[in-house]
Each structure stands twice: as C-alpha cells, then as structure tokens.
C-alpha cells in the first residue's frame, strides 16, 4: 500500500469530518428502523424478498467491518478463496459441489440465526463504528491504495484508495437504509423518515 502509516490526529480534517459524518448518518437512518422492535419483529421477511432487518444491520456491519480491515491490512483482508476443485464459474452458476466459507458466511449475514439478538447486533454494529472512525482519524493519507482482492466482479489490476473504501461503505449503508425502511413499513406500516 502507498502510504499507509497510522497516526491519531487531534482533529479531523474538513473530509475526514464529512465523509465519517455522512456515515453516521447513513448508520442512524438503518438503526432506526429497528427502533422498538423485538428480535422476533427483526427477523421476519414482510415482502416478497429474503431480506429481514436484523440481517440487513448485520450485513451492512460485516460490510464495513471488511472495507476497514481492507484499509488496514489490504486485500488479504477480504480473501474470496474457493475450496479446492470449485471453479468461479461453478459458484456464479450456482452448480458449485461446496460453497466458500465467505459465501456462507455472507448468506447468514443476511438472517437473524436463532442465537441472533437484536441488541447484541447493534453492539456489534456500534463497536465496527466506533473502530472505523478510529482507522478513518489514524490512516496518514486518504489517497492510499491496496490492490482489490481477485474476484470476477472485481477488474483485474484494480486498486481501491482508503477514500474509494469509505465511499463504498457509505453507499452500502444508505442502500440498505432504503431497504430496511421499506422492510419495516411493509412490517408494521411505520417509517423512519
């Protein structure tokens, strides 16, 4: 990575502040549609979709937890391994004999799992917050870049800076802001904004 040295500055400067400001916006209009909710109520599907809204706040953190890791470490942060014998064509066509442990991981993401509880993935939520403000006040240069993990729907030879790595993450999470707004007022006819 070019540049990559970590210090703890005492103030933000101008584009830290805003891009970290937008993120915590994005994150407090996806937790507020679970506001008052019970595990049960997060968990349920109310659409014609697979997406519930613990496991969109459960995605959208292990997303972010991820891109961070990726500033840090690089791409061996973000490996999208296959098991022996499984070609990336077999997994896109959905005929893989395994799948990746990523893949799997990825699929619970998306679930509230029977030991899931809400507060406990907002916790978890809020700690990958507070460690990416703390990556976000400590990288040296934001124009740092690693090379993107090889992955088909990534281009081969392609490098993500530290700022391109937060964009995503702020993009991912007011997606999936919109999302869970819809998920819950299809759940119990409240909205968020």
């Known amino acids: 990575m070019t540049g990559t040295t970590t210090t703890t500055p005492t103030t933000l400067d101008a584009e830290r502040a805003d891009l970290l400001a937008e993120l915590a916006d994005a994150r407090n209009m996806l937790i507020n549609t679970v506001r008052g909710l019970t595990d049960e109520q997060a968990g349920q599907k109310p659409t014609v979709s697979a997406l519930c809204l613990g496991g969109l706040i459960k ?13 840090v470490e690089g791409p061996s942060a973000m490996s999208f391994a296959m098991p022996e014998g499984v070609t990336w064509e077999d997994f896109m066509s959905g005929q893989a004999r395994e799948l990746p442990q990523w893949a799997i991981d990825r699929g619970q993401d998306f679930q509230m799992l029977p030991e899931d509880t809400l507060p406990a993935i907002l916790d978890r939520y809020a700690r990958i917050a507070a460690r990416t403000e703390e990556i976000v006040a400590g990288v040296e240069d934001l124009s740092a870049t690693w090379p993107v993990p090889d ?3 990534n281009e081969p030879g392609s490098v ?3 700022r391109r790595a937060l964009i995503h993450v702020i993009a ?20 968020t904004t």
Request: proline share 3%.
């Open 59 to 71: 995605h959208v953190a292990s997303t972010e937890e991820a891109w961070l890791r990726f500033v």
């Open 151 to 153: 992955a088909p729907w």
């Open 160 to 162: 993500r800076s530290v």
């Open 172 to 191: 991912e999470t007011t997606q999936h802001a919109g999302h869970a707004d819809i998920l819950r007022e299809s759940l119990d006819g409240q909205t």
